[in-house]
């Protein structure tokens, strides 16, 4: 798992970690962006094998929205934002 900062948002790669490794990553990484005031208006891209169906429902549970997006072949891009 690799995370780095770009200007569209958090990159985090959970590409290659067995289950539960990717849900569990990224929900960490969403709350530690939630429980951080200085992370104002982030997003969240997130780098992954499949459609992580699993991730919608505690995504909007914890009051964030996820769109898959563009990415490179075989990859599953999404592009996850705290809801309005």
Do not use: T
């Not at 200007?7 to 530690?32: C, E, F, N, Y």
């Amino acid at each position: 798992m690799k995370r780095w900062v770009e200007a569209d948002g958090i990159h985090i790669d959970v590409r290659g970690l067995p289950a539960p490794q990717p849900l569990v990553q990224i929900l960490s990484l969403v709350r530690s962006i939630d429980d951080d005031p200085a992370v104002v208006a982030h997003q969240v891209v997130v780098h992954h094998d499949r459609d992580p169906q699993l991730l919608y429902p505690e995504l909007a549970e914890i009051g964030w929205s996820a769109e898959i997006v563009d990415g490179e072949p075989g990859e599953i891009r999404l592009r996850l934002v705290r809801s309005a």
